[in-house]
């Protein structure tokens, strides 16, 4: 699953990260699930030698953090 949303946005001195794109975007990856394009495209054949393999491992863990701090459980029983 590749999500495509626009997380580098233009300014007069250069390039900054939209940290909301960046933030709209772990619901996608975290309800959806996520893989990796570069191990589906064997460029790489495992995380090992992937140089990617850091800033991987931080956006598992924010996904596990957004879930955790925005899943709510409600159950409601009605007797009447």
Do not use: H, W
């Not at 007069?12 to 191990?39: M, N, Q, Y």
């Not at 393999?53 to 009447?80: H, N, P, Q, W």
Request: charged residues 30%; hydrophobic residues 45%; aromatic residues 10%.
């Amino acid at each position: 699953m590749f999500v495509d949303n626009a997380v580098v946005k233009k300014i007069e001195r250069g390039e900054v990260f939209a940290k909301f794109a960046i933030a709209a975007t772990l619901p996608d990856v975290s309800f959806k699930g996520a893989s990796c394009s570069i191990l589906e495209a064997q460029i790489v054949k495992s995380c090992e030698g992937c140089n990617m393999r850091y800033l991987c491992g931080k956006i598992d863990e924010a996904v596990k953090d957004y879930r955790e701090k925005t899943t709510v459980v409600m159950e409601r029983f009605s007797f009447i």
